[in-house]
């Protein structure tokens, strides 16, 4: 036998409307906050993806250096980023701005680098 034991505040045996809410106990407060809140988030976030703009970005025409030094840190299982981009071409004698390395990096991560030798020949 179990016994459900009831809140001593009246306001949380009341029943709430809309015109005139009514105060809750903490206790009561904490379980509608924790139950709302997934709801809450799940609107929020589909706002959010509703509302984002998708940027498309530039056309990269990466040299023969900036593909080497890409394959490079694909082979080495190095992660592909700004800077690993950077002293990748670096070492290979190459020059390579951050701006530059920071595009060849998203454009690499996006795997539009692979698209070069996804053409085959017949």
Do not use: K, N, Y
């Not at 009561?28 to 589909?46: G, N």
């Not at 070492?91 to 595009?103: F, I, K, N, P, V």
């Amino acid at each position: 036998m179990t016994t459900q034991i009831l809140c001593c505040v009246d306001a949380c045996l009341s029943q709430p409307t809309i015109i005139r809410p009514i105060p809750l106990c903490v206790r009561h407060s904490i379980e509608v906050a924790l139950a709302a809140l997934p709801i809450v988030l799940t609107d929020a976030l589909v706002t959010s993806d509703e509302t984002e703009i998708e940027v498309e970005p530039e056309p990269i025409d990466a040299s023969e250096l900036e593909r080497a030094a890409l394959a490079a840190l694909r082979v080495t299982s190095t992660p592909i980023g700004r800077r690993t981009v950077e002293q990748a071409i670096r070492s290979m004698g190459g020059r390579c701005s951050s701006e530059r390395a920071q595009a060849l990096a998203r454009w690499a991560r996006d795997g539009s680098d692979l698209s070069l030798f996804d053409q085959t020949t017949v």
